[in-house]
């Protein structure tokens, strides 16, 4: 069995690896909150959300996973909305 501070090391480099990618995909969303503001369309978008929860839980791999990827993905999704809502909200207290 691998010593446990090793293996916390491992867990350490993915959450990493999760923190940058995560921000990248902020960044993104962002953008996707400059064009919905110019283009005047609502953040939340069900028919995105739907299909991206089905594409993901499709790409796991272990079945025992596939209800926590949903349930993760659910939420990074509420996050981004929540902070295209705030730039939003932001833009409209400047008119
Ligand atoms: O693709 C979009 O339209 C987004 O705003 C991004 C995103 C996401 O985080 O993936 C967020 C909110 C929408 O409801 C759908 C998807």
């Given at each position: 069995m691998r010593d446990l501070s090793d293996i916390r090391m491992d867990i350490d480099l993915v959450d990493r690896q999760i923190v940058k990618l995560f921000e990248e995909r902020m960044k993104l969303t962002a953008q996707v909150a400059e064009y919905k503001i110019a283009a005047k369309k609502p953040v939340y978008?069900?028919?995105?959300?739907?299909?991206?929860?089905?594409?993901?839980?499709?790409?796991?791999?272990l079945e025992e996973n596939k209800a926590a990827v949903r349930?993760?993905?659910?939420?990074?999704?509420?996050?981004?909305?929540?902070?295209?809502?705030?730039?939003?909200?932001?833009?409209?207290?400047?008119?």
């Open positions: 978008d069900k028919t995105r959300e739907e299909e991206k929860l089905k594409t993901l839980s499709e790409l796991t791999v349930e993760l993905f659910t939420c990074i999704m509420a996050i981004s909305r929540g902070q295209q809502s705030g730039f939003m909200e932001k833009l409209s207290l400047k008119e």
